[in-house]
């Protein structure tokens, strides 16, 4: 699991989410509202949502997505996993639902981590070769 939480508001613009993420070193960034966090959005959202147009419009067309609001692009159906989950289950979740985090909720019902793919990379690896896994 990772932490410290990065989050990000509903109201930020796209450009912003990603700078979050270039900044922190991540590739998802859970949305809070008021205290709560109430989605998920990932680089790969963003990148969605920017296209793979190659036309002489296509950096004025990314430009202006760029500046469209995080709530968007966002993931409002997220699948949780509680803190106490064995690690089968998280990579079981993670492959069934398509998806490569999941917000981990504690006892309280509040997100307390995030669990990614590589995440649980790293936890094998350190479990096969222990030197490895830094």
Do not use: K, N, Y
Request: proline residues 4%; contains cysteine.
């Amino acid at each position: 699991m990772s932490r410290p939480l990065i989050t990000i508001p509903p109201e930020a613009e796209l450009w912003e989410a990603r700078a979050t993420m270039v900044a922190h070193h991540v590739h998802h960034l859970l949305v809070e509202d008021r205290g709560r966090v109430v989605a998920i959005v990932s680089d790969r959202d963003i990148a969605h949502r920017l296209g793979h147009a190659t036309d002489h419009d296509a950096s004025r067309r990314e430009e202006e997505a760029l500046h469209r609001r995080v709530l968007q692009v966002a993931a409002f159906r997220m699948f949780t996993i509680a803190v106490d989950a064995p690690i089968e289950t998280a990579a079981a979740m993670l492959i069934e639902h398509e998806v490569s985090a999941l917000p981990v909720v504690g006892d309280s019902g509040d997100v307390v981590g995030i669990v990614t793919s590589v995440d649980l990379l790293r936890g094998l690896l350190a479990c096969v070769l222990p030197a490895r896994a830094a």
